[in-house]
T-cell receptor, first 108, second 114 residues
Framework: AQRVTQPEKLLSVFKGAPVELKCNYSYSGSPELFWYVQYSRQRLQLLLRHISRESIKGFTADLNKGETSFHLKKPFAQEEDSAMYYCALLSGANNLFFGTGTRLTVIP | NAGVTQTPKFRVLKTGQSMTLLCAQDMNHEYMYWYRQDPGMGLRLIHYSVGEGTTAKGEVPDGYNVSRLKKQNFLLGLESAAPSQTSVYFC?????????????FGPGTRLTVL
């Protein structure tokens, strides 16, 4: 069965510091992974997906199949990055299996 | 272009009451989903639909029913509400493209069952 683990419920970093939000997965097939973000009073929205290999708002995430991880990283955190972040795994019929989320707070 | 809309935004029910949550999308998407979001549990899939007239169970379907009579609408019903169904409910939709299509989410419905 699939599983997505986000070990940190809360994460606080200072503005300008590097940030890493951890995501580990368990899946028997070839995984497709995503990061979704929910800013305060906004809808949940796609941040990035591993197949695109792109950087969005300075964030990157690399799929490491050996470690079954898809950690989200940004070298210099900004206050506007404060949000709830969800790692998600694609599982059949375009279904997404979400982790429990990490609330990131960037301290000014 | 409103995207995904949900009605109502808030609702308080008493145990045993019934209600229907409406999700509408104007993007001509084939796939639609209902999730519930609970503290510490993330989003969990309740039911989904891969096209008009189809529905399927997700991870936590018990106590809920759904219907997709029109392509643009996906209804979530609670026949006999229970306090355990207190949650924030999100609807989402995506195209029928297999493999990594972005899901677009509605603003959510906050439901409290007393």
């Amino acid at each position: 069965a699939q599983r997505v683990t986000q070990p940190e419920k809360l994460l606080s970093v200072f503005k300008g510091a590097p940030v890493e939000l951890k995501c580990n997965y368990s899946y028997s097939g070839s995984p497709e992974l995503f990061w979704y973000v929910q800013y305060s009073r906004q809808r949940l929205q796609l941040l990035l997906r591993h197949i695109s290999r792109e950087s969005i708002k300075g964030f990157t995430a690399d799929l490491n199949k050996g470690e079954t991880s898809f950690h989200l990283k940004k070298p210099f955190a900004q206050e506007e990055d404060s949000a709830m972040y969800y790692c998600a795994l694609l599982s059949g019929a375009n279904n997404l299996f979400f982790g429990t989320g990490t609330r990131l707070t960037v301290i000014p | 272009n409103a995207g995904v809309t949900q009605t109502p935004k808030f609702r308080v029910l008493k145990t045993g009451q019934s209600m229907t949550l409406l999700c509408a999308q104007d993007m001509n998407h084939e796939y639609m989903y209902w999730y519930r979001q609970d503290p510490g549990m993330g989003l969990r899939l309740i039911h989904y639909s891969v096209g008009e007239g189809t529905t399927a169970k997700g991870e936590v379907p018990d106590g809920y029913n759904v219907s997709r009579l029109k392509k643009q609408n996906f209804l979530l019903g609670l026949e006999s509400a229970a306090p355990s169904q207190t949650s924030v409910y999100f609807c989402a939709s995506t195209t029928g493209t297999i493999g990594g299509a972005e899901q677009f989410f509605g603003p959510g419905t906050r439901l409290t069952v007393l």
